[in-house]
């Protein structure tokens, strides 16, 4: 995740108006051209942030249901929360990311 906040608001650069508060940009949203651009800008600051992840049984039942949909998995609508834990589980390689 990469996060810019402007010196000035909508200051401009590489096709954005950067706001002056802190806007959250998925890793793939620039190309390493346009962050090496984003980067030398003295009006942006610009940080990588590493995403968190969360273990499915922190998720809520929503949340998890949200995630396996994101998934295409299919899910009874009155799953349990074990249920839908195990679902994430054997059909995710690693923790999800907090959104």
Aim: with cysteine; hydrophobic share 40%.
């Amino acid at each position: 995740m990469i996060i810019i906040t402007s010196k000035r608001p909508d200051f401009r650069r590489c096709g954005v108006a950067h706001p002056k508060e802190p806007v959250e940009y998925p890793d793939d949203k620039f190309s390493e051209k346009e962050i090496a651009v984003l980067e030398a800008e003295p009006m942006l600051h610009v940080e990588h942030a590493i995403a968190k992840t969360v273990a499915p049984e922190d998720m809520t039942i929503a949340k998890l249901k949200e995630l396996l949909n994101k998934l295409e998995v299919p899910y009874a609508n009155n799953a349990t929360k074990p249920v839908l834990i195990d679902l994430v589980k054997t059909n995710t390689a690693e923790p999800p990311e907090e959104d």
